[in-house]
């Protein structure tokens, strides 16, 4: 299985941006797919999953209402759709996939944000 991140950037506090994760070597509809990130000198930390049964989401607190996983299967493609971004939301972000959201087995490149003014 390989993921391939795309997506990231430079944007000003309020902005939006789209991430997108293709999978290839796998049909991921089969798969639990997720977001992680890691600021600098910090710890990476879970963002968000989607489970491959019935479309459960899952999201961290510090992202509840602005970000936004969606997968389409038919494209082995995965989104994660962040509005209102803040300077905290600053990292690498990584797709995930596995077979449930309890864990990633499957990780991609990584894909940078920065939030800044």
């Known amino acids: 299985v390989q993921l391939q991140a795309s997506g990231g950037g430079l944007v000003q506090p309020g902005g939006s941006l789209r991430l997108s994760c293709t999978v290839s070597g796998f049909t991921m509809a089969y798969l639990a797919m997720g977001w992680f990130r890691q600021a600098p000198g910090k710890e990476r930390e879970g963002v968000s999953c989607?489970?491959?049964?019935?479309?459960?989401?899952y999201y961290k607190d510090f992202v509840k209402g602005r970000f936004t996983i969606s997968r389409d299967n038919a494209n082995n493609t995965m989104y994660l759709q962040m509005n209102n971004l803040k300077p905290e939301d600053t990292a690498v972000y990584y797709c995930?996939?596995?077979?449930?959201?309890?864990?990633?087995?499957?990780w991609g490149q990584g894909t940078q944000v920065t939030v800044s003014s």
């Open positions: 989607m489970t491959s049964t019935d479309g459960t989401t």
């Open positions: 995930t996939a596995g077979p449930s959201c309890n864990g990633a087995e499957f």
